[in-house]
């Protein structure tokens, strides 16, 4: 079994036309580069792991 098939390296594009920040309800930008979906309304950037996004406010980045 492939390591490529157990870690996508993208979120499909249609899961993240209709994910929304659990915080604010606001929508959130892909940042590709650290894997993450960035909340400017709520300043938190939630991981994505193993190509699944984490929206759990005790998981997020607060952004400076």
């Known amino acids: 079994m492939s390591d490529s098939f157990n870690t ?3 979120v499909d594009p249609r ?3 209709v ?3 659990p915080v604010t309800r ?3 930008a892909y940042d590709r580069a650290r894997q ?3 909340s ?4 938190l950037a939630f991981p994505i792991r193993d190509g699944v996004p ?3 406010v005790g998981e997020a980045r607060a952004l400076d």
């Open 36 to 38: 993450e979906l960035v």
């Open 26 to 28: 606001g929508t959130l």
């Open 15 to 17: 899961l993240l036309e």
């Open 19 to 21: 994910l929304v920040c």
């Open 40 to 43: 400017k309304g709520a300043k």
């Open 8 to 10: 996508p390296s993208t």
């Open 54 to 56: 984490i929206l759990l």
